[in-house]
């Protein structure tokens, strides 16, 4: 039986931090991601790695420089270090694998790209 398990999200002040875990169990994941959903919004990606060479890759400015996704390919755990938090970042984050081979990690931005889906953690930033 596969499970996706996320953990860490809460509550949090403007400028401040949190980190969100991700483990993974019952498959061999070629690549990880983060996803995130703010109400009345699509699901955007936000950031995933991929196992072969532990290679990361961020959507655009709007998280680049301040999440930073690492993780353990051995354990399938993946984590989202989320630094100066705004109100913006407020939504559901949800974590993905794939156990799709691929050469691109451009491909890792897109969701159908993605296999298996967690059941979401909320993130709140309050101002």
């Known amino acids: 039986q596969v499970q996706v398990v996320e953990s860490g999200g809460g509550l949090v002040q403007a400028g401040g931090s949190l980190r969100l875990s991700c483990a993974a169990s019952?498959?061999?994941?070629?690549?990880m991601g983060w996803f995130r959903q703010a109400p009345g919004k699509e699901r955007e990606f936000v950031a995933a790695?991929?196992?072969?060479?532990?290679?990361?890759?961020y959507a655009d400015d709007s998280v680049k420089g301040r999440f930073t996704i690492s993780g353990d390919n051995a354990k399938n755990t993946v984590y989202l270090q989320m630094d100066t938090l705004n109100v913006e970042d407020t939504a559901a984050y949800y974590c993905?694998?794939?156990?799709?081979?691929?050469?691109?990690?451009?491909?890792?931005?897109?969701?159908?790209?993605?296999?298996?889906w967690g059941q979401g953690t909320q993130v709140t930033v309050s101002s």
């Open positions: 993905a694998a794939t156990t799709k081979v691929f050469f691109t990690l451009y491909v890792l931005s897109k969701s159908r790209t993605y296999d298996y």
């Open positions: 019952g498959i061999s994941s070629t690549a």
């Open positions: 790695i991929r196992w072969s060479d532990g290679s990361p890759t």
